[in-house]
């Protein structure tokens, strides 16, 4: 086996950057640029398995993937679906959490092509994660909302027809039935912080009469000048949906039956 | 871009004195290829520190000892710091380094504000050289001890949490 000559085709099948050590008998590792989001590289080993050369992650993936995912939530739902479409498009085996891929015919350039892609779709399972849990507090508001104010006094992504024709300035929740309806923001990113900003000072522009409350999702995540600005606008605020439930209820019940 | 915690505040729930139980690693359950345990600590005012601890079954060298933090406001983990193995490389994306060797991960301000995960910045450490010596240097660092079972701390109650 002449290692130099298969560095040589890592090299030029996927990046320059590619290196490689041995690391004992029939065992070499693979430098590679590619890391998962929080600066540690993949693990990617060539190895001697029986008759054959494979390149494997030695069960390191889905160990890092615990971290902030719960393995048994890799077996089931959109995880699992992703991670079995992954290994079939890549033709990567998966044995007790060790993800490898067999030589086959001397292919060492591009099944390490493969596998590393198949890496990169595996630990994008890590966001997402976190895109799931975006959308998931704009339900938890709306169900919250909708279990402590009768529906027909709701209005969700409400606009103002006589001034926004285009449906530019969009309040999450609106609550009628009061002299003063009141806007209730759902927060939960910087961008969103800013445009409720905006879209609060709006209404006041115009001269609505109203109410405004913003409920963060988890303000401590949120850009201090955006929330710094958030509060010189917004009437009532409240740091965490999850947090303050009760208050919140309180709050809601206190100004709904005025 | 926010930052949740500046470095003081890091510095100072690290510093923070955290009592545990007793336990081996030999309790650790293995699944997906790597033997784990995790340890909750919950604080007198609702938040609660985080410890996950995770070994690889074929390589020992690689593992990992987390410390995170969770307000009580808050339904998220903040990693405060984390004592990997000598598995793989690290790269610190604003300094532009790669190392490899056994390293230790630690939340910064500045990595937040960059949008980066908090505990990004690395350091390569030589206190350590397999999980135990890491274990030690992990709870020397964040003030981890063992909590005694005849005076046990009013303010903080431990749970081991078991995956199924």
Redesign the interface.
Known sequence: MDIKKIEKDFKSKISDKINITSEGKDRFRISTPFVFNDGDHFVVVLKKRNENWIITDEANTFMHLSYDINVNDLEKGEREKVINSTLSMFNINEREGELNITIENDDYGDSLYSFVQGLMKISDIDYLSRERAKSVFFEDFKVFMLGKVPQERLTFNYYDEEHDKNKTYKVDCKINGMPKPLFVFAINSDEKCRESTIVEMTFEKWNVKHKSLAIFEDQEIINRRAVAMLTDVFERQFSSLYANKEKISKFLEDTIIK | ??F?YDDDKIENLLKEKKLIQEFSFKDMRS????M?KEITIVKGDGSCFQI?I?Q????PL?F?I?LGYI???????F?LM?C?GR???????IEKE?F?GFHV?KATKRYQEKG??E????IECTDYADLTSAWSYFCKTANIGVQSEQAPDKNQMTFFNE??
Not at chain 2, 31 to 34: A, N, R, T, V, Y
């Open positions: 871009m926010g949740r699944k997906k290829g790597h784990r996950k995770r690889n079954t074929i390589n690689d990992s987390i307000s009580k406001d808050s339904n998220g983990v990693r984390r990997n598995a793989h490389e690290h790269s610190n994306k790669t490899f991960h980066f995960k505990d990004t910045y690395a995956e199924e």
